[in-house]
């Protein structure tokens, strides 16, 4: 139809202008309504068109909700590990604070694993009444809980020490690879707790208990063995753990039956290898 207008009008052209006019004018409002029906759907179909001036999608706010939450947490490990290596002053001897890094390396020492479960299995086989027993025994079953939850939880997160630390004979045997969470920071925490509920009776001696876990953690700090996120989740991790240890109390009637279980089982084991050695 066009095309034919279009001949019609050439046609026109050299006898009269008028009619070419009004040619011209009917093919230029046909494309025109052509583009316009065409138009709404280009629109529909075009990606660019949506992405501009349409609404936001589901993946774009769950992608800038991300990147909030990333941005926050670097900002916030950030600011742990500035004021972390800030609280470092005993890290070395050449620290600024370096002349009480013997005092602060005993105190680490007191909140070690080790002098602990030498005593408390001490004070277990040395007990006279067995309250007493019964104590030390739950204490013991406590730190095997913390040593395994610090030993679990690190092998999860695996986030390496603060650099400041040195690798000094101290160091080589007791400071470990990884940091998140303090073993230091649990125990004391735990221990504390502990000893608060059962053992201490009096006012001095639960200032004392309080002050030497606030000491153990704090050494952490000064000797920049930890972050203070790592100490921090540490303390409220044996916080937690003396409750779990409170739910599964071992009394001395649960401890025989046991005993007598695990004999009985036992028993029943060797039996039944003898009868087929005997075969």
Not at 7 to 13: E, P, T
Not at 173 to 187: C, I, M, T
Not at 250 to 264: A, H
Request: a positive charge; glycine letters at 8%.
């Amino acid at each position: 139809m066009i095309n034919t207008r279009r001949n019609s009008c050439r046609g026109s052209i050299s006898g009269n202008s008028g009619p070419a006019t009004h040619c011209r004018y009917e093919v230029s409002t046909s494309a025109r309504r052509r583009s316009l029906s065409e138009g709404p759907a280009r629109r529909r179909g075009s990606s660019c068109a949506y992405s501009v001036f349409g609404p936001p999608s589901d993946d774009y706010a769950s992608s800038l909700k991300q990147t909030i939450f990333t941005i926050t947490i670097r900002f916030m490990l950030a600011v742990d590990l500035w004021i972390s290596k800030k609280l470092g002053v005993c890290a070395c001897e050449g620290s600024s604070w370096g002349g009480i890094r013997p005092l602060v390396r005993l105190v680490e020492i007191s909140g070690h694993g080790i002098p602990w479960f030498i005593g408390t299995l001490y004070s277990l086989l040395r007990g006279e009444t067995i309250a007493e027993k019964e104590i030390m025994l739950n204490l013991a079953f406590a730190l095997l809980l913390d040593l395994l939850l610090v030993r679990v939880v690190k092998r999860f997160v695996r986030r390496r020490v603060p650099p400041q630390t040195r690798s000094d004979i101290f160091s080589s045997f007791f400071v470990e690879r990884y940091s998140f969470p303090s073993g230091h920071a649990s125990r004391a925490a735990m221990c504390a707790r502990f000893i608060l509920v059962q053992l201490a009776d009096t006012t001095a001696m639960r200032v004392l208990v309080l002050g030497w876990a606030v000491a153990v953690s704090l050494s952490r700090l000064l000797l920049a063995r930890h972050y203070v996120t790592d100490v921090g989740f540490g303390l409220a991790m044996g916080y937690c753990q003396y409750s779990v240890v409170e739910r599964l109390w071992v009394t001395r009637d649960l401890l025989l039956d046991l005993l007598l279980t695990l004999l009985g089982r036992l028993a029943g084991i060797i039996t039944y290898i003898t009868e087929l050695y005997m075969r």
